[in-house]
């Protein structure tokens, strides 16, 4: 199934994409106010001009290309197959990070703020919390970031 990659924006301008399975579909989610900013988790999003993605995994021969320092530049073009291969390394490495973090449950928004004050040991967390948590958080300059389901195993089971 191809999949629409849009790029997206949020009212304090953080840039981000997003994946659906059509245009209808980011159309509803974004009726149901389902799409949020991944990092204010803010529902004011709006679609971004971008580029379109072009697969060029026919190509097969190296192109060459004026480098912006005026030498010579060679552009390789993985084919589909390795594409496909680096894509699952890439989505097997994410996974195996956030499976060696450590799961603090509901107890994320204390626990990266107990980092934070210095009163825990630094070390990756996982967790879940409110909306309101993860404001506070970001407004106390604690860095965090949300997981998609697709990649914690965990939470697939």
């Known amino acids: 199934m191809a999949l629409k990659v849009f790029d997206l924006s949020c009212e304090h301008d953080h840039v981000f994409e997003g994946w659906f399975s059509s245009h209808e579909s980011f159309d509803d989610q ?32 190296p192109q060459s290309r004026q ?31 956030i499976s060696d973090s450590d799961n603090v449950g509901a107890d994320f928004a204390d626990e990266a703020r107990r980092m934070h004050e210095g ?13 309101g948590e993860c404001q506070s958080l970001i407004d106390d300059g604690i860095s965090i970031m949300p997981i998609p389901g697709i990649l914690d195993d965990e939470r697939m089971q």
Not at 36 to 44: F, T
Not at 68 to 97: C, H, N, W, Y
Not at 119 to 131: K, L, M
Request: net charge positive; with cysteine.
């Open 30 to 61: 974004m009726a149901k106010g389902l799409v949020r900013c991944p990092v204010c988790q803010s529902a004011q999003i709006t679609r971004r001009v971008s580029a379109p993605r072009l697969n060029v995994s026919h190509l097969k021969e």
């Open 67 to 97: 480098a912006p320092s005026g030498g010579s530049a060679t552009v390789f073009s993985p084919s589909g197959d390795q594409m496909a291969q680096l894509q699952s390394e890439m989505l097997r490495q994410i996974r195996k990070i």
């Open 119 to 131: 009163e825990a040991e630094q070390r990756a967390i996982r967790g879940t919390a409110t909306a």
